[in-house]
């Protein structure tokens, strides 16, 4: 017996949101690494990598909150969700990559300062460019973030460029100040190291989902002892929860209830009850519920 409810992890009231951001983040991004080419800026190109991060994480989002509403079909019986998990999954191999460049890259560059001439001036007004357009996406995130844990993910996403878009800014002072051009090396490095985190971070995920773990603050035993305090239940057993996608988490399990309650008619209730108990107490908004009365014994049980 099943649940049919549409899984709406992901609304297409914030899409307009998500587009506009993502469109400032694209332009902002091409922005800096024209800027980059021009001034000789590692720590920009390194922005505009993370920047990259950003713009990959709102398609993200963005391709999740349109792909979810897709209905399933007799191919893909639970629809197209986990297309979010693959293109995170190649957002996070290129974002390795590309940190990997910068690390080295801004390490040469500290050994050898002289090796490229960085214009200071350029770099300082791209730098502001971004700040500022960083800043207008943050505001158009603001009020939907409060309300949307995947609008949340998308804001802070994009606080992230902020910061970068400022360790940007001061090393262009420091450079336009003092001459000191390693400034540059070490604010790509600094960004490099704020990007690292994330995209391991963004495998990990990956990797639990495509695992089939349970998610990540989901305890089966908690699931396992509200289900038994439902009256008419007396076991619970092959209990799996797993997740599509980021908060798209699904549930199978099989539950023995009482002969009285088959007998009498309760089983649709229990039923209800169970699913009920998943969507409000955890969030789980597709499960599966096998019922079985006492000394049932499974077919393809094995050792």
């Given at each position: 017996?099943?649940?049919?409810?549409?899984?709406?992890?992901?609304?297409?009231?914030?899409?307009?949101?998500?587009?506009?951001?993502?469109?400032?983040?694209?332009?902002?991004?091409?922005?800096?690494?024209?800027?980059?080419?021009?001034?000789?800026?590692?720590?920009?190109?390194?922005?505009?990598?993370?920047?990259?991060?950003?713009?990959?994480?709102?398609?993200?989002?963005?391709?999740?909150?349109?792909?979810?509403?897709?209905?399933?079909?007799?191919?893909?019986?639970?629809?197209?969700?986990?297309?979010?998990?693959?293109?995170?999954?190649?957002?996070?191999?290129?974002?390795?990559?590309?940190?990997?460049?910068?690390?080295?890259?801004?390490?040469?560059?500290?050994?050898?300062?002289?090796?490229?001439?960085?214009?200071?001036?350029?770099?300082?007004?791209?730098?502001?460019?971004?700040?500022?357009?960083?800043?207008?996406?943050?505001?158009?995130?603001?009020?939907?973030?409060?309300?949307?844990?995947?609008?949340?993910?998308?804001?802070?996403?994009?606080?992230?460029?902020?910061?970068?878009?400022?360790?940007?800014?001061?090393?262009?002072?420091?450079?336009?100040?003092?001459?000191?051009?390693?400034?540059?090396?070490?604010?790509?490095?600094?960004?490099?190291?704020?990007?690292?985190?994330?995209?391991?971070?963004?495998?990990g995920e990956v990797v639990s989902v495509l695992a089939e773990s349970a998610p990540k603050g989901t305890q089966v035993s908690d699931i396992r002892s509200h289900l038994l305090?439902?009256?008419?239940?007396?076991?619970?057993?092959?209990?799996?929860?797993?997740?599509?996608?980021?908060?798209?988490?699904?549930?199978?399990?099989?539950?023995?209830?009482?002969?009285?309650?088959?007998?009498?008619?309760?089983?649709?209730?229990?039923?209800?009850?169970?699913?009920?108990?998943?969507?409000?107490?955890?969030?789980?908004?597709?499960?599966?519920?096998?019922?079985?009365?006492?000394?049932?014994?499974?077919?393809?049980?094995?050792?």
């Open positions: 017996m099943h649940d049919h409810a549409p899984t709406g992890v992901r609304g297409a009231s914030n899409r307009r949101l998500l587009a506009t951001s993502l469109a400032i983040t694209t332009l902002v991004m091409v922005v800096q690494i024209v800027g980059a080419a021009l001034s000789g800026s590692l720590a920009l190109f390194a922005d505009a990598a993370h920047m990259f991060t950003d713009a990959a994480a709102l398609v993200i989002a963005l391709v999740a909150s349109i792909v979810a509403a897709r209905p399933a079909n007799d191919r893909r019986t639970f629809g197209y969700q986990r297309a979010e998990v693959f293109g995170a999954l190649a957002n996070g191999i290129i974002l390795i990559l590309l940190s990997a460049w910068v690390a080295v890259e801004g390490i040469q560059r500290l050994v050898d300062p002289g090796a490229v001439q960085v214009s200071g001036g350029l770099m300082l007004v791209v730098a502001i460019v971004g700040l500022v357009a960083n800043g207008v996406a943050m505001w158009l995130l603001s009020a939907a973030q409060r309300r949307s844990i995947n609008m949340r993910g998308a804001y802070l996403e994009v606080l992230g460029d902020l910061v970068g878009s400022a360790a940007v800014i001061v090393a262009a002072i420091v450079i336009l100040l003092t001459g000191w051009v390693q400034a540059d090396a070490i604010a790509s490095l600094l960004i490099a190291a704020m990007i690292v985190p994330r995209a391991i971070s963004l495998l305090s439902t009256a008419g239940v007396v076991d619970v057993h092959d209990v799996h929860v797993w997740q599509l996608t980021r908060g798209a988490p699904v549930f199978t399990a099989h539950v023995v209830v009482d002969d009285a309650a088959l007998s009498d008619g309760r089983a649709g209730g229990i039923l209800s009850q169970l699913q009920n108990c998943l969507s409000q107490h955890f969030d789980v908004e597709h499960s599966t519920f096998q019922l079985e009365p006492a000394g049932h014994v499974e077919h393809d049980a094995h050792a």
